[in-house]
Structures are given as C-alpha cells and as structure tokens.
C-alpha cells in the first residue's frame, strides 16, 4: 500500500495486489459445462460453496432447469455450513485479536484459550456440515448442476442437528462477545450492494438490491456493473457504471436485509450495540457473528424440516445458451455468467469474486482512515490499516502483517 | 486418517488423541526428498518450511496454537518431506516417491515402539531417529 501526504494531507492510497492474476475464466472455454462447478470450487479453498453453487445456477439458468425443493433447501443447508466456518475462522482467529490488542490468534490464546477453543469448535461444526452433505471440506465434490451426487438421508443429519443445538448457543455467545468489543469511531456513507429474497435472509437467491435504490435480476448485473484493470493492481476493480465504489458482504446482506433475520438474531444484535443499520466497516465483525448466529439456527430449521428427495438431481440436458448465477459468499455477492454452445461446451466465462468487488471501498475506507491518522508512525499506522483491511475479510488478510506501506511524505 | 489441509481442523481431530504422527510435506530449501522429523511436543516447527494458503491455519502454525492452548498432545512426531515441485498438476517427483516408501516402512516400525496409554504415551528409549538429511 503506498500512501502519498504532502503539506499534511494525504493525496493518494493506493492498494496493490500481487496475488497472481488467475486464469480461470480463460481456461474454462472448451470445458463441459458439468466441469465449471468443481473447476471454479479452486478460485477459493475457504469459500468453495460460493463457487461451486454459483456455477450450477449459472448452468441450470442457461439449461433452463430449476432445483427446488429438498435439493435447494440442501443447498441453503451446505451454505450455511460455510458461512459457519468461515465466520467463525474470521472473527475468532483474524479480527478479534486486532480488537483485544494481540499480534495474532497464537498470540492471543495464550490469555483467552476458551474464546479460541469455541471458535474452533464452531468452525468445526461449518465444516462437518460441508464434510457430510458436501463429500469433503475442502473442495466439495458432491454438488452438481441439477443438484447433488448423493443426498443424506433424515438420520445421516441427526448428527449435524445434534452438532447445531449447541453452536446456536455459542453462535449468541460470540454476538455477546463481539459487542463488548472497543470499536473505532468510524463512520461512512456507502452504497451496500446484496442480494434481496421476498422472504429469506439472502444466501442463494433472491434479485439484486442496493442502498442507492438498485433492484434488478441477477441478468442484469454486466449492464449495472463494471470492472476496470487499474495500473497499480493486479485485482480488478469493480464500480457500479453511474456510481463508483460499492460494498459488498456481510455489512451489506446486514444492512438491506436486517428484516429478514430472525427475532433471537436481531434481538441479539440490537443488545450487541448495533441498530437496524450499521455503517461502522469495524463492527462488521459483530455482524459477522449475527450471520452465524442466524446460519446456525436456519441450518437447524432446514434440518428439522428435511425429507430425503427421490432423486439427488433433476434432469439436465446440454443446449445453447448463456446462464447467469449470484450467490452469497461469506464475504459477499459472487457473479458467474456462462455462455454453452448445444453440446454444453463452455465458450465463455466470467467470474466476479467479492473481495474484487470491495477494491474501491478498501482503497476509500484506506483513504479517510489514514486522513484522520496521519500523525501516527509508520508502523502504527501499517497496523491499523491491516486491522481496516480485515473488516472486509478478505482473502489476504490472514497473515500476522501481510501490508508493506510505503509512507511518501513531502 | 487424512486432513484436507486445514491446520484448524487438527486441534478437534487429536483432541482424545495420544501420541500423534503427523506427515506434511515441506519447504525448508533442503535437497528434494529429504526427511525431516521433529518432535513437536518439545519444540516448535520451523514456520516457513511448512506452507500455508491465505485463509487455513498451515501446520506450523495449528500446532503452536494448540501449544499456547495447552492442547498438544503427549506425543508429536511431525514427518515433513521435502518437496521439489509446487506448482499445479503433476505428481510427486522420484526424489520424493522415494521418501515416501522410506519413511511408511520408517512409520511402521516408529508406530509398532510407541508405548500404550499406561506409560502415559512417553517416547521410549528404542525410538527411531530420522537423521535430517536421511531419506
């Protein structure tokens, strides 16, 4: 990160990523279109779900097939599980050390070994729920377009329940937890962009919905949204075509969607120190443990309403077309749109990832915030701009000091 | 049994565990197939050798964190191999398919001379020792 201050004012923030720029949406042409889930699961070893449901959609979208009912409701089910364990890995092992004023979760532990051992353990239960319906944690390989490989039956699930009961008490123990945290008086206005469903806290469906008034089916997010190459990164940056920078993720799902919580989850919230809104980006990590909260008590709700389905999948037929799929990963909406030709062979691709889309608001968010530390030393304000970064979560953040900023001051 | 490579995971996995084999693969800049064996109840693992991705607990760093826990188990043997090719696609190198047959008959042996949970899963004095750059 370079940051350029002359006369006491900062002049410029710029965030460069040198994550190696991915090649999937190039290599997926001339691939089945049954390959594009378990191929694009690879983008991200933490957030597999995101990818691999956004590719079926996106599929079954092109292919004109719905999956409905038991086989959806095992979706939302596997994504729950994510949500989980990603949740829980954040806000226990990456954000709350920042707030407790430790250099690390190691570091950390040493003091609070029980806050991080029921961090683990509901971690854990995510990931026994993508181990059992999902095949393996890492890397599913049991979802499919049209729905699954193998479908569990009410009894294979009655552990996970078992699992559930207990991480929905230590799910309200981690919103309580997070909302005695000292948080930074930081506030701005931004334009959050999720998913909107008629009833449900959005994880896989639902249209596109923003602050600012967006409301639009996922087809038409390319005519919305755009990405640009800037010269100082490797990471796209996404913009909104009339608005520039918009937010993504669990401040956003948070904010557009707090009605369709349940009544424990917005009690909890509203006892944790945030409203119905929420624009501090540092109390993202309470939010984050809402989402637990209310992921732990759906996967349980799914669970006790189960019937195993007659089939793991509906029949798909390849034919031509272009599909379109946007999903909720932890940290945000995940795009994928997929043009097949009449044998299902891919011809081309697109991929929007979260933490792209959270580039601009990062490098915004950077820039008010170092305006209002400019005084601090170089290392103290290396430190806090990490502690910024990781509110978004995003898939660099998880080294003790992964950000080398360079200070020019004139 | 195997873990997909989320260091968080062991903590849960060995928790009733008593002594403990862990196999990895490693970077530490050593000759492509070398043997490394530590053990880790007593000392800590070089971080940088064991890789890590940007959102999972590597090795190294799950078993420090079960250190300050207190959640080592009595007994951790850490087998790293040294790896030789990183990149995507392929299979193991000869160098290292050599080290792994080396050091499964070297575990078969290590296993059978661990002592039961009624010496309190103390290394025994017949332990094998893997010199750094055996293979």
């Known amino acids: 990160m370079t940051v350029k201050i002359k006369d006491g004012q900062v002049k410029d923030v710029q965030l460069r990523i040198y994550e190696p720029p991915r090649f999937f949406e190039a290599f997926l042409r001339g691939r089945d279109f049954r390959e594009a889930p378990d191929i694009t699961s690879r983008i991200c070893g933490i957030c597999p779900i995101a990818y691999l449901m956004g590719a079926c959609h996106a599929m079954e979208s092109a292919l004109g097939v719905k999956v409905e009912g038991p086989l959806r409701d095992l979706r939302r089910l596997i994504y729950c599980g994510e949500w989980i364990e990603s949740h829980a890995l954040h806000v226990y092992l990456l954000h709350a050390p920042d707030f407790l004023g430790y250099e690390s979760a190691i570091h950390m532990s040493k003091d609070h070994a029980d806050l991080v051992a029921q961090g683990l353990k509901l971690k854990k239960v995510g990931n026994d729920i993508l181990a059992l319906i999902g095949g393996r944690e890492i890397h599913p390989v049991n979802l499919r377009v049209g729905g699954f490989y193998k479908v569990p039956s009410r009894r294979d699930l009655a552990p996970l329940a078992e699992n559930l009961k207990w991480a929905v008490e230590a799910a309200e123990a981690t919103v309580r937890f997070t909302g005695t945290l000292p948080f930074p008086d930081f506030q701005r206005t931004y334009e959050y ?55 993504v993720g669990p401040s956003a799902r948070y904010n557009l969607n707090f009605d369709r919580l349940t009544p424990r989850c917005r009690e909890e919230a509203k006892k944790a120190g945030i409203g119905a809104t929420c624009n501090n980006p540092f109390q993202s990590i309470v939010i984050r443990a809402v989402e637990t909260l209310y992921a732990c008590e759906e996967a349980l709700r799914i669970i006790g309403q189960y019937e195993m389905p007659d089939s793991p999948s509906v029949p798909i037929e390849p034919k031509a077309g272009t599909g379109f799929g946007c999903t909720e990963a932890p940290r945000g909406i995940c795009y994928h749109r997929y043009r097949i030709d009449e044998k299902g062979t891919i011809a081309d691709a697109k991929i929007v990832p979260p933490t792209s889309q959270n580039q601009k608001v990062i490098e915004e968010d950077l820039r008010s915030f170092v305006t209002r530390h400019i005084e601090l030393p170089d290392d103290k304000l290396r430190w806090q701009c990490e502690q910024a970064i990781r509110n978004y979560d995003p898939c660099i953040s998880c080294a003790t000091h992964f950000l080398t900023l360079t200070v020019e001051r004139d | ?126 332990f094998i020792r893997a010199d750094a750059d055996s293979r």
């Open chain 1, 193 to 247: 962009v999720s998913l909107r469903h008629p009833t449900e806290y959005p994880i896989e469906e639902g249209r596109l919905a923003s602050s600012q008034g967006l409301d639009i089916a996922i087809p038409e997010y390319e005519r919305n949204f755009e990405e640009e190459h800037v010269q100082h990164s490797n990471a796209l940056h996404s913009k909104l075509k009339e608005r520039g920078s918009y937010f």
């Open chain 2, 1 to 126: 049994m195997e873990n997909d490579g989320d260091g968080a995971d062991l903590l849960e996995s060995w928790n009733r565990a008593k002594p403990v084999i862990l196999i990895d693969a490693v970077k530490s800049g050593a000759e492509a197939g070398t043997l490394h064996r530590i053990e880790a109840h007593l000392s800590p693992l070089p971080n940088p050798a064991f890789l890590s991705s940007s959102h999972l607990l590597g090795v190294a760093e799950a078993v420090e964190l079960a250190r300050s826990m207190n959640r080592l188990p009595p007994v951790l043997l850490v087998y790293g191999i040294e790896g030789k090719n990183f990149e995507f696609g392929g299979g193991l190198s000869p160098e290292v398919n050599r080290s792994v047959d080396s050091v499964t008959d070297r575990l078969v042996r290590e296993i059978r001379e661990i002592p039961g949970e009624e010496n309190g899963g103390a290394p025994a004095s017949g």
